[in-house]
C-alpha cells in the first residue's frame, strides 16, 4: 500500500529579538576596510599600481 507523502511545512518557532550589533565578520570587515584596499593594492604589481594611478590622478 503506497503512503500518501505529507508535504514538508516549516514550524513556527518563536522570533527571535535581532541582535544589537552585527556579526563580528561583518563588524571586522568594516572596521578594517581601509587595511584591506591597501593590502589588496599592495598586493599588485607595481608596474599596474602605477598605471593605475597615473588613470586615477590624470
Same mark, same amino acid.
Given at each position: 500500500? %503506497?503512503?500518501? /507523502? /505529507? =508535504? %514538508?511545512?516549516? @514550524?513556527?518557532? =518563536?522570533? +527571535? =529579538? &535581532?541582535?544589537? +550589533?552585527? =556579526? +563580528?565578520n561583518n563588524l571586522l570587515l568594516s572596521l &578594517? &576596510?581601509?587595511? @584591506? ?5 599592495? $598586493?599588485?604589481? $607595481?608596474?599596474?599600481?602605477? &598605471? %593605475?594611478?597615473?588613470?586615477?590622478? $590624470?
Open positions: 500500500m %503506497i503512503e500518501k /507523502q /505529507q =508535504p %514538508i511545512v516549516a @514550524l513556527n518557532h =518563536p522570533v +527571535r =529579538p &535581532k541582535k544589537t +550589533r552585527p =556579526p +563580528r &578594517k &576596510k581601509n587595511d @584591506l584596499e591597501l593590502n589588496f593594492y599592495s $598586493s599588485l604589481d $607595481s608596474e599596474l599600481m602605477n &598605471k %593605475i594611478l597615473e588613470k586615477i590622478l $590624470s
